[in-house]
């Protein structure tokens, strides 16, 4: 089959040839039907040699969905040809965390080397992917496997980052969403679904802009040296009560804390780098809370899969073929992207 894989620190990814994978007892052997690429994809392949953490070559992609090809011994639930998506972020099932189903805080992953597909095990970007238990696979039920990729990083993730500030996202209330890109326009959508916030969007390209207003944003600023001025005047001096950094950059964190108000959160989800200053004298308002989520739960992806079959949240997604896999990383990496880069295995 053919596969997309990065073979060597620093080089390009490529379209190589590799035998089709067995599902061990337990496991699932999925046919992939869409693959979506990720900045984290590029930052993987941006590590040195030295402090690189996986064995290559590997196979990228870390949101997939697909149908059951196969089931390895003792697998029950599933039948051949059921559509599903993968949840990514592999727990090992037993700890405290994994019992909620909040395995992307697995106590144990690092300790056992369990890593997620993409990141570590065989991704996404393939013909055929393994999954190593079913309880990592959610239903489509009907939804378009082209929309529901994306949901499995760039709509979850986001949907993990908003439920935390809900309860200050009232009537009335102001939500930053820093980054419209394939998880700040899905986070648009996010906040306008489950909120009655006004949500500001803020980018440096003004057709991501023009995205966001297309997806629901009341406001759209440029992500400049005055945005932060820009969110304080629109909110009467107040500040947003949440902002939620998708770049994560020493610049766009500098915004998010000059634009966050009194008791408000600022959210990191990006791993552009930055810090921000927390504590008394840091620059923050008064009892700012600061966090850096990881991916989302099991439970909160079958939330997001269900809020796209209600027509509630939709990607927007240019596709590519296997081939067209690297070239898509390279425009990834250019920033021209709009939205999220779907790779289609057998289309």
Same mark, same amino acid.
């Given at each position: 089959?053919?596969?997309?894989?990065?073979?060597?620190?620093?080089?390009?990814?490529?379209?190589?040839?590799?035998?089709?994978?067995?599902?061990?007892?337990?496991?699932?052997?999925?046919?992939?039907?869409?693959?979506?690429?990720?900045?984290?994809?590029?930052?993987?392949?941006?590590?040195?040699?030295?402090?690189?953490?996986?064995?290559?070559?590997?196979?990228?992609?870390?949101?997939?969905?697909?149908?059951?090809?196969?089931?390895?011994?003792?697998?029950?639930?599933?039948?051949?040809?059921?559509?599903?998506?993968?949840?990514?972020?592999?727990?090992?099932?037993?700890?405290?965390?994994?019992?909620?189903?909040?395995?992307?805080?697995?106590?144990?992953?690092?300790?056992?080397?369990?890593?997620?597909?993409?990141?570590?095990?065989?991704?996404?970007?393939?013909?055929?992917?393994?999954?190593?238990?079913?309880?990592?696979?959610?239903?489509?039920?009907?939804?378009?496997?082209?929309?529901?990729?994306?949901?499995?990083?760039?709509?979850?993730?986001?949907?993990?980052?908003?439920?935390?500030?809900?309860?200050?996202?009232?009537?009335? !209330?102001?939500?930053?969403?820093?980054?419209?890109?394939?998880?700040?326009?899905?986070?648009?959508?996010?906040?306008?679904?489950?909120?009655?916030?006004?949500?500001?969007?803020? /980018?440096?390209?003004?057709?991501?802009?023009?995205?966001?207003?297309?997806?629901?944003?009341?406001?759209?600023?440029?992500?400049?040296?005055?945005?932060?001025?820009?969110?304080?005047?629109?909110?009467?001096?107040?500040?947003?009560?949440?902002?939620?950094?998708?770049?994560?950059?020493?610049?766009?964190?500098?915004?998010?804390?000059?634009?966050?108000?009194?008791?408000? /959160?600022?959210?990191?989800?990006?791993?552009?780098?930055?810090?921000?200053?927390?504590?008394?004298?840091?620059?923050?308002?008064?009892?700012?809370?600061?966090?850096?989520?990881?991916?989302?739960?099991?439970?909160?992806?079958?939330?997001?899969?269900?809020?796209?079959?209600?027509?509630?949240? !939709?990607?927007?997604?240019?596709?590519?073929?296997?081939?067209?896999?690297?070239?898509?990383?390279?425009?990834?990496?250019?920033?021209?992207?709009?939205?999220?880069?779907?790779?289609?295995?057998?289309?």
């Amino acid at each position: 089959m053919r596969a997309v894989q990065y073979r060597k620190v620093g080089a390009a990814p490529e379209v190589v040839e590799v035998p089709v994978p067995e599902p061990g007892p337990g496991q699932v052997l999925l046919k992939v039907t869409a693959a979506g690429l990720c900045h984290s994809d590029l930052a993987v392949m941006g590590w040195p040699e030295e402090v690189f953490p996986y064995h290559l070559p590997m196979t990228l992609g870390h949101e997939g969905v697909g149908t059951v090809a196969a089931l390895g011994r003792g697998v029950t639930g599933l039948a051949e040809g059921d559509a599903v998506a993968v949840y990514g972020p592999w727990g090992c099932g037993q700890c405290r965390k994994c019992a909620e189903g909040k395995e992307n805080y697995c106590l144990r992953a690092a300790e056992l080397g369990i890593m997620p597909p993409g990141l570590g095990s065989p991704g996404a970007l393939a013909e055929f992917m393994v999954v190593d238990s079913p309880r990592h696979l959610v239903p489509l039920n009907g939804l378009d496997p082209v929309q529901a990729a994306p949901l499995t990083d760039a709509g979850l993730t986001p949907y993990h980052a908003i439920l935390k500030s809900l309860p200050k996202l009232g009537p009335g !209330s102001t939500a930053v969403v820093i980054g419209v890109g394939g998880l700040g326009h899905l986070a648009v959508q996010l906040l306008r679904a489950l909120t009655p916030a006004r949500v500001i969007a803020l /980018d440096v390209s003004q057709e991501k802009l023009g995205l966001a207003r297309t997806v629901g944003a009341h406001e759209t600023l440029l992500s400049d040296a005055e945005a932060s001025k820009r969110v304080r005047e629109l909110t009467g001096g107040v500040g947003a009560e949440a902002v939620l950094d998708f770049v994560g950059a020493e610049a766009t964190l500098s915004i998010a804390a000059a634009a966050v108000a009194v008791e408000g /959160d600022v959210t990191i989800v990006g791993i552009g780098g930055g810090t921000l200053a927390v504590g008394f004298g840091g620059g923050l308002p008064f009892e700012v809370s600061a966090c850096f989520p990881y991916w989302g739960s099991r439970a909160e992806l079958i939330d997001v899969v269900e809020l796209a079959r209600q027509g509630l949240v !939709s990607s927007h997604v240019e596709t590519f073929s296997l081939e067209e896999a690297p070239m898509a990383y390279e425009r990834l990496h250019a920033g021209e992207i709009k939205g999220r880069a779907v790779v289609l295995p057998h289309g």
